[in-house]
């Protein structure tokens, strides 16, 4: 048997070098359909199975679910131009995904166009269309045009896509997502780390009235200097968007919803002369964790609204930085704007002048059901509102409490938070102009240092005089915090060791303790601890006026016991009462009465409750909550937290003109140098006798004029510095006259 075996394999060996080539291959290697591995030929019908698959697929099916840009005959080595062999790959693409295929179109290296890609009318339900440019860009030299052109496309998967603006040749927008006509037929696209740098005419990155779109860490950056963007969103179609590909019947300024973009850590860098980002009619957009910086406009991000649909619930969450930047957000558009829901998060602002500046011609803007909240101030010049008469707010204002913002709140209907400490309930009339407080607030807490000890348990408060004129605040001292000290006046006799025992004679809401530490043998008191926190633990011992000493005890085993003992305040209940004409907080003074100092600051918060009621001048609070107060037309403040506000301390930086208002009884003029004339007119009609003072506190007003005239006064007369007049209305004869 051995022997047969080795006979057929000499016999093979010898005859198979005289066998046909294909003879040997139909031996060896069984038939497949198409070609083999090696060949040259086509290879579209070879059939693979995938790793760790179990079907075999043909590689033109497998192929037929990229569409690599590559195949279609672009040469992506950044010189050639690959415009038309993108748009051939794109329209495959196209084809495919409308026809409910799947499929990506894959750019996986850096392809220059000179001309537009057409991605428009990509209709993807599914969620199975992707553009994936992982590892390549677009270097786009297209002048004039949009570089990527999604106009009416929807459900579609963004993977990195990078679109390079070329400084030559420069093109109008980087990528532009956009609805084609009034029905939402661009929705439901998903962006993952998108990037558009370089230069566009007009915006890196355009977006109309496209919904429920969401961005990743997305990366728009336009260097051009012109009336150019990093960012546009425009819902309402305000530039009114064009496509080289597709027609557009979508109306300008239409007016349809434009709901639920969804921005992740955005960076957007501008150098055009408007702003970064530019936002209009947004309903339910929210930008977390925003960086915007601009290098060449004095403006982050404009809002704008021209009323075709209004900002609804607009989260902004902006860090806003700029070279030249003077204030983070441009609010432009219509003559009145309202933001529904609209709410603000910074640490801090790297502008100059406010966080919110209204463009010429916006007079109003009405802020409902708002949150504005900044945890650190960049200047202590940066206001909120660069003009705040012109807002109105209902919500929820926090702002540093060591920062200054003149009239942050005008309008303002809600809890304001100065730092930690935030006021419940604030309403201030929109007129911004205030005659009277009513529940003005009280001094919140006051901290002592005393330097002493004091029988007596309740110190005086008195509050310093304004510098001229008005009404001298006050204050009333009502419970006292209080530390107990003293010594034994009689022993008296059957006390034990720790027995408790109480003051006798005081008023408190809470009774300091002492204890017995040492008897002698009839139960005399000869030592004792004093306790100063109540008996049942915590609580800062509090009462409202002392009693004579010796003081007599109750409690414990014996009696007789008495202490002469001696107090030292550490804090206090304080009432503020109303006071006018303040410039700034006023001095508080404490006293004992008795030997010694009690040194005392006081910080004053706004009470849970505070109305303003409409009247003349303006009002004023600062940061800390310490001052509120009225101003004339130089907005200066008036007056200490909790004083009443009846315009009698109306400041007024003379210059060629001013206008008296009607409930004004006291005007101070306070320019720093001589006027040479000036004109003040006066208000008519008012009750008989109503008087009104004027004080010049500085340099000299050379040519005074009052119109109408006032009968004693003529026109034209110096007012010396640092003199006055009074004038006085005649309801009978409707005149004016002056009383000295």
Request: proline residues 5%; contains cysteine.
């Amino acid at each position: 048997m051995l022997c047969a075996i080795r006979f057929a394999t000499i016999f093979f060996l010898l005859v198979a070098p005289i066998m046909a080539d294909t003879e040997l291959r139909t031996l060896f290697n069984p038939p497949t359909s198409g070609l083999q591995p090696g060949s040259t030929g086509d290879a579209s019908g070879l059939s693979v199975t995938a790793q760790g698959g179990t079907t075999a697929r043909t590689n033109a099916d497998r192929a037929a679910d990229t569409f690599n840009v590559m195949d279609y005959g672009a040469k992506c080595d950044a010189l050639t131009d690959d415009a038309t062999a993108i748009n051939s790959a794109a329209a495959a693409f196209r084809t495919a995904i409308n026809a409910g295929k799947s499929g990506t179109l894959r750019i996986p290296r850096q392809c220059r166009i000179n001309s537009a890609i057409n991605l428009t009318n990509i209709t993807s339900p599914i969620y199975s269309a992707f553009i994936d440019v992982t590892g390549g860009s677009i270097l786009c030299a297209a002048t004039g045009a949009v570089c990527l052109d999604a106009t009416g496309s929807d459900h579609l998967n963004w993977i990195h896509p990078h679109v390079k603006g070329d400084q030559t040749n420069r093109p109008r927008v980087g990528i532009q997502i956009s609805r084609r006509s009034n029905a939402i037929d661009c929705a439901e696209q998903r962006f993952d780390y998108p990037k558009t740098t370089g230069y566009f005419t007009f915006a890196a990155f355009y977006e109309v009235g496209c919904e429920t779109v969401s961005f990743t860490a997305e990366h728009f950056e336009n260097r051009d200097t012109g009336n150019s963007f990093a960012y546009v969103a425009d819902g309402p179609n305000y530039w009114n968007v064009h496509s080289a590909f597709t027609s557009i019947t979508l109306g300008q300024n239409y007016g349809a919803s434009f709901i639920g973009n969804e921005h992740f850590m955005p960076t957007y860098v501008g150098s055009g002369s408007q702003s970064a980002v530019w936002l209009n009619g947004t309903m339910k957009h929210r930008f977390n964790n925003a960086y915007v910086l601009t290098l060449g406009s004095p403006y982050g991000v404009t809002i704008f609204d021209n009323g075709a649909f209004p900002h609804t619930e607009l989260l902004a969450d902006f860090h806003v930085e700029g070279t030249v930047m003077t204030d983070a957000f441009l609010i432009a558009g219509s003559t009145s704007i309202s933001l529904y829901g609209f709410s603000f998060i910074d640490h801090t602002s790297g502008g100059t002048n406010s966080y919110f500046k209204l463009a010429p011609g916006v007079s109003s803007v009405t802020a409902t059901d708002a949150v504005f909240r900044i945890s650190k101030p960049a200047s202590l010049v940066v206001k909120l509102f660069d003009d705040a008469t012109k807002w109105t707010v209902a919500g929820k204002i926090t702002v540093p409490a060591t920062a200054y913002y003149p009239t942050p709140v005008p309008g303002f209907t809600g809890t304001l938070c100065l730092g930690s400490v935030c006021t419940p309930t604030v309403t201030i009339p929109s007129a911004l102009t205030v005659s009277s407080v009513s529940n003005p607030g009280g001094v919140g807490s006051l901290s002592f240092t005393a330097t002493g000890s004091f029988r007596a348990i309740k110190p005086s408060c008195t509050v310093t005089a304004p510098p001229s004129g008005g009404q001298q605040a006050g204050c009333i001292v009502n419970t006292v915090d209080l530390q107990s000290y003293g010594s034994i006046s009689a022993g008296g006799s059957g006390y034990t060791v720790n027995d408790a025992i109480t003051y006798g004679g005081l008023n408190c809401s809470v009774y300091p303790m002492i204890k017995v530490a040492a008897v002698d043998g009839a139960g005399s008191v000869t030592a004792f601890t004093s306790n100063n926190t109540a008996q049942n633990g915590g609580t800062q011992p509090r009462c409202n006026s002392p009693a004579a000493y010796p003081i007599a005890t109750t409690g414990g085993t014996g009696s007789g016991l008495s202490m002469t003992a001696a107090w030292r305040v550490t804090a206090a209940n304080i009432t503020f009462t109303a006071g006018a004409g303040y410039t700034t907080s006023p001095t508080f003074t404490f006293s004992s009465g008795e030997a010694g100092t009690v040194a005392a600051s006081a910080t004053g918060n706004l009470s849970a409750s505070f109305t303003a009621n409409a009247g003349g001048g303006q009002l004023l609070l600062d940061s800390t909550g310490s001052k509120i107060g009225v101003s004339g037309v130089a907005g200066s403040p008036m007056m200490s937290l909790g004083a009443m506000i009846d315009n009698s301390g109306v400041r007024q930086s003379l210059g060629g003109a001013y206008t008296v208002p009607a409930n004004t009884s006291l005007v101070r003029f306070i320019q720093a140098d001589t006027v040479a004339s000036s004109t003040v007119t006066l208000p008519v009609a008012l009750a008989d006798g109503q008087p009104i003072q004027f004080v010049n506190y500085a340099g000299s007003i050379t040519a005074l004029t009052f119109s109408p005239t006032v009968n004693g006064w003529t026109n034209g007369s110096t007012l010396a510095a640092n003199t006055g007049l009074r004038v006085r209305w005649d309801s009978i004869s409707n005149a004016w006259y002056r009383e000295q």
